[in-house]
């Protein structure tokens, strides 16, 4: 079967990266949005330097710019966001440039967390509701009719497993550690390595259109006493 042409948006960051690389690795056709800013970043450009000399064709542009959006999403069949979570709402207009062209054979916007619809109310300490956005972009995808995957992979790694899911922390807690739960709660830890090789395996799966993915491979959990 032909591999799919994939456009990724967030190549620069720190999950995009891993998947414009997995895309890659896995063969399909590969190209990644990026704004003028990340060029004249030294660390940014790099990180482009080797996807492009990797095969990854750069385009410009970014979620601001309907036009680059529409260029970009003319030239392939799947749409993967990585923007922050922050930045979720950015991800309006690409869905109304996906729905306006109506080409594209799946899109897996940026959730790629614990799944929204089940996490109890985050807000972080500037007030931010974490998991409101997230929804909100599920149900837009779902109410435009768009072919698309979520990717729920519960924690990265890299970002949470030191801190100890510690809200705000990047190193383990000395003073002060919140219990989640009765104390007895899993949590499951991805490396974002993973998260997107799973990701590109799923794009020409059709088992896997429309539906939410967990990753939670039962084989491969460690749990710690
Ligand atoms: N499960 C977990 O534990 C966990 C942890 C962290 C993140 N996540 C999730 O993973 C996803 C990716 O997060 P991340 O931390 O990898 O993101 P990140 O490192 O902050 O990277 C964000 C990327 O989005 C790009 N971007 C931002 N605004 C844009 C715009 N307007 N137009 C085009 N590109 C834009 C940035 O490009 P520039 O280089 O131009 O700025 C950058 O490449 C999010 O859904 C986040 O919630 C999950």
Redesign the pocket.
Known sequence: MEKSKILI????????YHLAESSLKFCHPTFA???D??IS?PI?SHKLQCLSHAGVTLLK????DEASLVEAVKLVDVVIC????K??L?QKLLIKVIKQLGSIKRFIP?????DPTKAKVCELEDGYNFYAP?IEIRQLVEAEGIPYTIIS????MK??LPSLVQPGLSAPPRDKVTIFGDGNTKGVF?Q?SDVAAFTINAVDDPRTLNKVLYLRPPGKCLFYE
Do not use: P, Y
């Not at 990585?82 to 979570?85: E, P, Q």
């Not at 992979?153 to 990265?156: G, V």
């Open positions: 948006i967030g190549a620069t960051g720190s999950l995009g949005l990026v704004r800013s990340a970043d940014k542009g970014s979620l601001e990585a923007v922050s979570a930045q979720t950015q940026s959730e790629f967390g614990s997230k992979c519960n924690f990265f970002i949470l991805m974002e």
